[in-house]
């Protein structure tokens, strides 16, 4: 199981599920996090930290912990 965590800075994943529950769940979601979306990693925080993405064309900072919730291909 891949996760958005697990990618590099610099690549483009696909999202293939969502996992989590309730309230988390639909914050992801609620920033356009759903399942088809196309991703571009742009930057890890020093100590890895926030991460920061391009999704639908802005830019999101996420923890490490909603990324991990998050199925790529």
Same mark, same amino acid.
């Given at each position: 199981?891949?996760?958005?965590?697990?990618?590099? +800075? %610099?690549?483009?994943?696909?999202?293939?599920?969502?996992? %989590?529950?309730?309230?988390?769940?639909?914050? /992801?979601?609620?920033? %356009? /996090?759903?399942?088809?979306?196309? +991703?571009?990693?742009?930057?890890?925080?020093?100590?890895?930290?926030? +991460?920061?993405?391009?999704?639908? %064309?802005?830019?999101?900072?996420?923890?490490?912990?909603?990324?991990?919730? +998050?199925?790529?291909?």
């Amino acid at each position: 199981m891949s996760t958005l965590k697990d990618a590099r +800075i %610099g690549s483009a994943v696909t999202v293939k599920k969502l996992n %989590g529950e309730g309230a988390v769940k639909r914050r /992801i979601m609620d920033m %356009g /996090i759903t399942k088809g979306t196309e +991703i571009f990693v742009r930057k890890v925080a020093p100590l890895g930290d926030p +991460i920061e993405v391009t999704v639908r %064309g802005y830019e999101l900072s996420l923890r490490k912990a909603d990324a991990e919730m +998050i199925e790529t291909l």
